[in-house]
């Protein structure tokens, strides 16, 4: 059982261009998110989807786009990159987003430096 | 709106010793808290979590934390501990926001535990 995989594990990127993070969980969850890790700050949530064809915005969703085609997938798109977001980035998933007592269970993150 | 407070970024405790650390919140309306642990170059784990009930909760790797409705805690606590406990532990409240539940997490907190 994968659980969640992510990729690139890391990426050096150039400022300006456009970046996709992939993240696939094999576990049928409904919600999915993604979260970007800074040093003092702890996780912050960027975007969510409680189910496949919807999502929603997080703390910090500027300049962050996603979509959720179906239940497994839920790529994350930087369109134009820029030194701010270099960050490392996890996805995470969880049964149901609309249920509370929800665990979330954590890919193994992308550190994406942008130069 | 919701929010997590982790006082100490960093805790250093002796191998054998026992081991606090802290977390406050802060929310409308029930607090549903986790923990998850975050150890060198990988994705969070989940650890614990109170829903209701019994104030006190027993996690994964000897862990259990202590709810306190008066004093809007969860602190995380272990008996005697380990040097593999050492890694950075996050504290998480979910509450409702728009109809979903969406947790948000404190800035975490390093954990040295020394032999």
């Known amino acids: 059982i994968a659980g969640i995989t992510q990729a690139p594990t890391s990426q050096i990127l150039a400022a300006g261009r456009r970046m996709t993070l992939r993240c696939t969980q094999d576990?049928?969850?409904?919600?999915m998110y993604w979260y970007r890790q800074d040093l003092g700050l702890g996780l912050r949530l960027i975007h969510y989807s409680n189910t496949a064809g919807t999502t929603g915005k997080g703390e910090v969703p500027d300049g962050y786009s996603v979509s959720r085609a179906n239940t497994d997938d839920f790529p994350l798109t930087l369109a134009s990159a820029v030194p701010s977001q270099t960050s490392v980035y996890f996805c995470a998933s969880s049964v149901s987003g609309l249920t509370s007592t929800d665990t979330q269970y954590f890919g193994p993150g992308t550190r994406l430096t942008v130069l | 709106a919701q929010s997590v407070a982790q006082p100490e970024d960093q805790v250093n405790v002796a191998e054998g010793n026992p081991l606090t650390v802290k977390c406050t919140y802060s929310v409308s309306g029930n607090p549903y808290l986790f923990w998850y642990v975050q150890y060198p170059n990988r994705g969070l784990q989940f650890l614990l979590k109170y829903i209701t009930g019994d104030n006190l909760v027993k996690g994964s790797y000897g862990f259990e934390a202590e709810f306190n409705k008066s004093q809007t805690s969860f602190h995380l606590k272990k008996p005697s501990a380990l040097v593999s406990d050492s890694a950075l532990y996050f504290c998480?409240?979910?509450?409702?926001?728009?109809?979903?539940?969406?947790?948000?997490f404190g800035r975490g907190t390093s954990l040295i535990v020394h032999p």
């Open positions: 998480a409240v979910s509450a409702a926001t728009g109809g979903s539940y969406i947790p948000t």
């Open positions: 576990m049928r969850h409904n919600a």
